[in-house]
Nanobody, 116 residues
């Protein structure tokens, strides 16, 4: 059984910052690539940022220069530092973790609301 749990969402004013955290755990689990996705009301889920086990990162154009993804391999955790937040960043943010031993897992999501 693998669990993926996000935390850190909330309400923030435009221009503010939030940090999301995600912890993945399981009896047979070793995180490979990890990622953050988001889904705004009425829109499809979209990729925000990814990070490989080796630390290579990739970002959606809309968040480049504002968001930073990082991870701790020993703890199977991934973080998303979000700065200069905009109202259009409002969404439910989901953590995704690929298991080295197979399978991909999702968290339940955490709400981020940016007020103008």
């Amino acid at each position: 059984q693998v669990q993926v749990v996000e935390s850190g969402g909330g309400l923030v004013q435009a221009g503010g910052s939030l940090t999301l955290s995600c912890a993945a755990s399981g009896s047979i689990f070793r995180a490979n690539a990890m990622a953050w996705y988001r889904q705004a009301p009425g829109k499809q889920r979209e990729l925000v940022a990814t990070i490989t086990r080796g630390g290579n990162t990739n970002y959606a154009d809309s968040v480049k220069g504002r968001f930073t993804i990082s991870r701790d391999n020993a703890k199977n955790t991934v973080h998303l530092q979000m700065n200069s937040l905009k109202p259009e960043d409002t969404a439910v943010y989901y953590c995704n973790a690929d298991n080295t031993f197979g399978g991909t897992y999702w968290g339940q999501g955490t709400q981020v609301t940016v007020s103008s």
